[in-house]
């Protein structure tokens, strides 16, 4: 779940087994819950209109949106989640930054760390990698028919959006960190489609691994992936299409 071309990834993940979607309805679900927690009401949380802008766009079924707003009264009032990043490098020297939500910091940590180190990686300090990328914000949106570049370009604009970058079947708006709740809603409001919209983090410059390196790296992914407290990972990896796991 990362970067570049993370529409994609999200797409390819419909079409897999029930347990990897359950899972990323999971996480998502538990990010809701955590940025309801104090504020269950979107219109007055941007942090929580953001989250469930990113459940949408990943085709989270409304149902599990409002339960997940119900856990932060519920079953999480007794649980302190905490947002945790940890950075590290994968096998071939790959640059490695996790998101986490845990209530739990020594599990956590001792999951990563294990997980890194049995795939050719280590984990590092912070800011290690993290100064290769630029956290900024992504809204991918659906090239409809009758959509032209020009149009999402000027609406972008307008809403306060640095850059949109025209991709297969989709363009992809990017925002300052700061400009991405309003640039989300000025868009949602003129009936663009979202296939993503989230915070995200784009490495400056990419590499390719190959071989036994790429083959642990993959297998890196999909074990952070499986983890329940691991959100999200970013990665400078140019994968082969058919491999975008993350």
């Not at 996480?27 to 953001?50: H, M, Y």
């Not at 363009?171 to 991405?180: H, I, K, L, M, Q």
Request: one cysteine or more; a negative charge.
């Amino acid at each position: 779940m990362s970067g570049h071309s993370k529409w994609h990834n999200i797409q390819a993940k419909k079409g897999k087994a029930d347990a990897a979607r359950g899972r990323l309805f999971t996480k998502i679900g538990r990010e809701i819950a955590v940025a309801a927690k104090g504020n269950p009401n979107p219109s007055t949380n941007s942090k929580l209109a953001d989250v469930i802008a990113k459940a949408k766009a990943a085709n989270m079924p409304n149902d599990n949106i409002e339960r997940s707003i119900k856990k932060a009264a519920g079953e999480m009032g007794d649980k302190d989640y905490k947002e945790l990043t940890y950075e590290g490098y994968g096998a071939g020297g790959a640059a490695v930054i996790i998101s986490t939500l845990t209530d739990n910091n020594n599990r956590t940590a001792g999951d990563v760390r294990a997980i890194m180190s049995k795939c050719g990686g280590s984990l590092g300090t912070t800011g290690s990698v993290s100064y290769m990328f630029d956290n900024k914000g992504l809204i991918v949106v659906e090239a409809k028919p009758g959509l032209t570049e020009d149009e999402v370009t000027e609406l972008a604009i307008e809403a306060g959006a640095d850059d949109v970058v025209p991709v297969e079947d989709a363009f992809e708006v990017y925002t300052s960190v700061g400009a991405f709740s309003e640039a989300r809603k000025y868009l949602e409001e003129k009936g663009l489609t979202f296939l993503q919209a989230e915070l995200t983090m784009i490495p400056q410059n990419k590499i390719t691994l190959e071989g036994e390196k790429l083959e642990l790296f993959l297998k890196m992914l999909d074990k952070l992936e499986e983890n329940d407290d691991v959100q999200d990972v970013y990665h400078n990896v140019d994968l082969p299409e058919d491999d975008e796991e993350e």
